[in-house]
């Protein structure tokens, strides 16, 4: 025990041995730094733009963006207003296929509403987003699924497999009006 006592004392810079290593060096003190930006900057816009909101049923949180209003407007008016919410038809109805869709649809959403100009219609603007808003293949189809997991059983003689070809009618074709209220 003695001969390690003697042995910590003697190390070091002052006994001849080599310097101790710095805790902290300056690479991880920026990168600790920046990463600390990142989070509390992240973190404010998170809670600025109502992000958790976005997590639950609440149709409320689709119109925390202007651009929905008129959406959510006609669906309070529609038939579907008593027994469906905006998730019921618009994401997949089970974890994780249903976050997955809403981090998908939030992102792009967000890059859109960020970074769409004032002034679309200028001449070689980049146009996140058309107005109205227009639903994408993808949500496209996961409205189908939901059109069919909910009114199946009625219509399944109508579609019979064909919802995923490529040519194929979507429910919607017929029955445009049905979530949103009539078309404009």
């Known amino acids: 025990m003695a001969g390690e006592l003697r042995h910590r004392e003697g ?7 080599t310097p101790p290593p710095e805790r902290w060096s300056k690479r991880w003190l920026t990168l600790a730094a920046l990463g600390g930006v990142l989070v509390g900057v992240g973190g404010r816009t998170f809670g600025y733009a109502s992000g958790l ?13 202007h651009i929905m209003r008129d959406q959510f407007e006609s669906w309070r008016r529609g038939p579907h207003h008593a027994v469906a919410t905006c998730n019921d038809c618009h994401v997949p109805p089970h974890f994780p296929a249903k976050y997955i869709a809403k981090m ?7 890059m859109g ?12 603007a980049r146009v996140f987003f058309e107005e ?30 064909s919802t995923w070809a490529s040519g194929a009618i979507r429910c919607v074709h017929c029955h445009a009006g049905v979530g949103h209220g009539a078309r404009r």
């Open 53 to 65: 909101a976005y997590l639950s049923n609440d149709p409320r949180a689709c119109v925390n963006c």
């Open 132 to 161: 109205p808003v227009r639903i994408k293949d993808t949500n496209s189809q996961i409205l189908q699924d939901n059109c069919l997991r909910c009114h199946g059983d009625f219509v399944h003689d109508v579609v019979r497999g």
């Open 11 to 17: 190390s070091g810079a002052a006994g001849g041995g």
């Open 104 to 110: 998908r649809n939030g992102y792009h959403h967000s």
């Open 113 to 124: 509403f960020t970074f769409q100009p004032s002034s679309p219609d200028t001449p070689g």
